[in-house]
């Protein structure tokens, strides 16, 4: 039994307007079928091809031979996770991985959890739903953002364009005839870098892409300069243990091989970049990127950090592919979630172009809009900022720090850190935009490798960390039964009141100070200038506070903690750094 927008829903408002089909039924009496496509790669070794599973739903007119675009929604998670014991964090001699052995099986996937399905069916788009391979119905092995996962999803658009044989569950042959062969890429997180990597990778007739909270570069999500940094509170965690993760197909032991592989591939002892990395960096070629691409990052997001998206955004630049992106205030966050109805009009107009061809406004919709303060955005055409300048900070005199991996980054902020740089109190408010290059000169004597650099806030203010549900609802589109997710609950800036804020974080390995892709000996008697650049941030500081760059070694949420005791002694008179601030009006 399904149903239109119930009027009962508790504490609901309604903000956008649904089109005459939808109120007339049109989600509610969607064909919804689930088939399996034929892709090129045989990630578990047995010898056939590997299927992933797209669940569609689209337009009942479609069966009387109307053909639509298709909005594909990536995602590994519609079955959701298994259990896996995390790797150490802690290092007794080098970095150690849990034991593993590969799960019983899983379940079906879930496939109701999107809402792209519930606001754009309605609005004549057909959607489809992709679990990856290895995950819930698909068959196949998850890699991590290995390149079979971005063929994969480039054989779901060719299925779309009559190029890739599908098949339903009781094993008919289907085709995509109710398809336009014009389709869009869209995700969150890793299904974000599933998207963008099914574009990259030259999927047909994909003409845009919505990344939001994209990884870009599995490198820098679970490593930086050779430093192992993983998402805050999964210190130790690497790229085996999302595919271990994701084993909710029916059998996932016929992966265990595969995973071994990429246990040894990544190389968890040196964390030095190397070709399995490579493989996995979405920004290194763009030459088969035909879409445009529309960039989501939150400036407080600790999970996938916006790096990701900025650096994305760079090679875009350079790739001279159409870009747009939103950078916001909140953290791992959806952007409905974020800007509600601006979001899905925002979203319409951008596929309404792009798709279908219409003169919807998107050439005149601003190319960066980002955050500076709750719901007050600033839109530019570029970024970093225009009127950016590297301003240069310098110290003086020699500091100790003794590391002590017990201790978190904010509990080394005032006590313990080394402070290589700080302003005087600001006589106006700045505006940070970018990233900070960081030179220090030092010697390291101990056996934890790390060098943290953070930029720092100083000063006691309310500011945003992030965002939050509260109990109010907001519905947005049809909802059936069995799928209630044309209604979200809505969110609220989180606001804490501190002395200091970190903005932003960059890390080093010093036995990687000459390059990523491999080690250097270290001799703790001698000084060596080391030099990389914090993560990107754009923040506005008020006037009287102080911008600091603060030295330490192991950064607890992030990094390995090897044994403490390491002596890091800075010669602050040759170390510097020059801080992204714009100038003039912003």
Known sequence: MVSFLVASLAGASFSVPAPAEAQAGGYAEAVRELVQVETSVDTDADGAPDRVAAYVIRPRSTERGHRVPVIIETDPYWAGLVDVTPHPAEVRTVPELAPWQPPAGGGPSDYSGGYYDNYFVPRGYAVVEMASLGTGDSGGCPSTGGKAESEAVKAVAEWLNGRRTAWRTDGTMVSANWSTGASALVGLSYGASLALGGAVAGAPGVRAVVASAAVTDWYRYYRANGAHVAARGYAGDDADQHSKLLLTGSDPRRCESHIRRMEQEMDHISGDRNTFWDDRDLTRDLR??????????????????????????????????????????????????????????????????????????????????????????????????????????????????????????????????VQVAVTEPLSRPARLSGSADVTVRASVDGPAPYLTALLVDLGDADRVVGRTTTDQRWCFAPVTAEDGYGCRQRTRPVVERAPFRILSRGWLDVRNRVSEYRETDVDPNRRYTFTWRTEPTDHVVPAGHRIAIVIIGTDREHTLHYPGGTRITVDLERSSVRVPLVTGHW
């Open 288 to 417: 088969k990127l035909k879409a445009a691409v529309f960039l989501v990052a939150g400036l407080n997001d600790d999970n996938v950090r916006a790096a990701h998206s900025t650096r994305m955004w760079q090679a875009l630049e350079h790739a001279g592919v159409e870009r747009r992106m939103w950078l916001h205030l909140g953290g791992h966050d959806d952007p409905v979630d974020v800007r509600g109805a601006e979001w899905l009009r925002t979203a319409e107009r951008y596929f309404d172009h792009h798709l279908k061809g219409r003169d919807s406004g998107w050439e005149r919709s601003p190319v960066v809009s980002v955050e500076t303060a709750p719901g007050r955005w600033a839109d530019h055409r570029r970024w970093p900022a225009p009127g950016v300048r590297e301003t240069p900070l310098t110290g003086s005199g020699s500091a100790l720090f003794v590391d002590d991996p017990a201790q978190s980054a904010a509990d080394l902020v005032t006590a313990g850190g």
